[in-house]
């Protein structure tokens, strides 16, 4: 077995930990890393603004620790900040969504026009958009094959769709929405297609053959 720590943020990195699940790991829920790249892990519960019960309810211990008690966070070492995973207890599967905005309006909107300025691709690394259900999925087991885009879909009306080779060609499939910072960040291979124009499809035959455009 491997020994080469797993994570991009350091051992010793503090972590918010539901108090519950040093009794019991299997409460986990969901996990964030906040726009900091800071995590806050939850056995359901969410930070609120009594102070009494957050106390009640967490803790801070190193990530070393975290990462020791639930050993699935090693799957999630390419989440962006700024993400959320829900956790699927059955199917060992992280589920992928884009963070709201916090309760302090001035600090989302600073770190927002932040994101903004320092985008180098074409649109907005604040734009929603969708992707087949199994590119929002990370799952746990190491053996299982790693996710992929298949097809980019650049919708009339500027939208993007894109979809995984989870997706049997032709068949209808459900969407999920991120943004599309986190698509590019999770997908870094689909940068190369951001130049498309409205009502071009981009495909490519596997993982690691070049796109080709096949409409538009």
Do not use: C, K
């Amino acid at each position: 077995m491997s020994t080469e720590w797993p994570l991009r943020q350091q051992p010793d990195a503090p972590v918010l930990f539901a108090r519950s699940l040093a009794a019991d790991p299997g409460r986990l829920a969901f996990v964030v890393l906040d726009d900091d790249d800071e995590w806050f892990i939850s056995d359901g519960s969410e930070y609120s603004d009594d102070m009494e019960f957050n106390r009640a309810q967490f803790g801070s211990l190193p990530l070393r620790d975290a990462l020791a008690r639930i050993p699935a966070l090693a799957a999630l070492a390419i989440l962006p900040p700024g993400m959320a995973a829900d956790w699927d207890p059955v199917r060992r599967t992280w589920l992928l969504s884009s963070v709201a905005d916090s309760d302090d309006e001035t600090e989302d909107q600073r770190h927002r026009q932040a994101r903004i300025a320092a985008w180098p691709h074409p649109g907005s690394p604040v734009d929603e958009v969708q992707v087949s259900s199994g590119l929002a999925e990370i799952p746990a087991d190491p053996a299982t094959s790693p996710r992929a885009v298949r097809q980019v879909v650049r919708e009339a009306d500027g939208t993007w769709l894109f979809v995984g080779f989870e997706v049997p060609e032709a068949v209808e499939f459900e969407t999920e929405a991120l943004e599309l910072e986190h698509v590019v960040r999770l997908y870094p291979d689909v940068v190369t297609v951001l130049a498309a124009a409205p009502l071009q499809v981009w495909d490519r035959a596997n993982p690691h053959s070049p796109w080709e455009i096949v409409e538009g």
